[in-house]
């Protein structure tokens, strides 16, 4: 993807993570896409999880498709199921940038609420991959349960913007073999994922 796509808007954060609401029903970047929002300064994101439910917590959906043949019809008899239930994506804050500068390390100030959240064009997906510094961040995350099928994802996404997508694998290799020098099962579980 060449251009920036707008997918929602921050609408819970914290130094560690921030919650983006999306503007269209079921229409979110996958799990391990790398996004950006905020201006002063630019705060970079990656999405490890995605849900789908209703607006207010207290009133959970109810099914209304016993007598329709296929799901599309559920929507075009209910067309108000696209103002009660949301999309939300929840993304780990890998870095930020300062005047031409990414900083792959913890942010010091959450992103605002409402800050529009956008997805990263894939020439700034390279800039950001071509260094792997905040692997770390997510490797230690306290806020994350599947975080190396996060990590592989984002990986692979990374490598099909690279001019020479073996060479950045083998590189990613290393770093992962670096951070997890002593979690031999687990690094080699992530390998096997990013070299499928």
């Known amino acids: 993807m060449n251009i920036n796509k707008r997918i929602g808007e921050v609408v819970e954060s914290s130094s560690l993570q921030f919650t983006v609401q999306c503007y269209d029903l079921y229409k979110s970047p996958n799990i391990g896409t790398l996004v950006k929002c905020g201006s002063d300064p630019q705060l970079f994101g990656i999405v490890y999880d995605v849900s789908n439910k209703s607006m207010d917590p207290a009133r959970r959906p109810v099914p209304r498709g016993r007598n329709e043949n296929k799901e599309e019809e559920v929507y075009l008899s209910n067309p108000q199921l696209n103002r009660l239930l949301i999309t939300e994506v929840n993304c780990v804050l890998v870095g930020y940038q300062s005047v031409d500068e990414i900083n792959q390390s913890p942010v010091s100030l959450p992103p605002m609420i409402h800050s529009f959240v956008i997805e990263c064009s894939d020439?700034?997906?390279k800039r950001f991959s071509s260094c792997l510094d905040f692997l770390p961040l997510l490797l230690e995350s306290p806020v994350l349960n599947s975080i190396d099928e996060v990590i592989s994802s984002f990986l692979i996404k990374s490598s099909r913007?690279?001019?020479?997508?073996?060479?950045?694998?083998?590189?990613?290799?290393?770093?992962?073999?670096?951070?997890?020098?002593g979690q031999l099962i687990r690094l080699n579980n992530l390998l096997k994922r990013i070299s499928k």
């Not at 913007?161 to 020098?181: C, M």
């Open 123 to 125: 020439e700034e997906l």
């Open 161 to 181: 913007v690279h001019d020479d997508s073996s060479r950045f694998l083998i590189y990613a290799g290393k770093e992962l073999a670096f951070n997890l020098s």
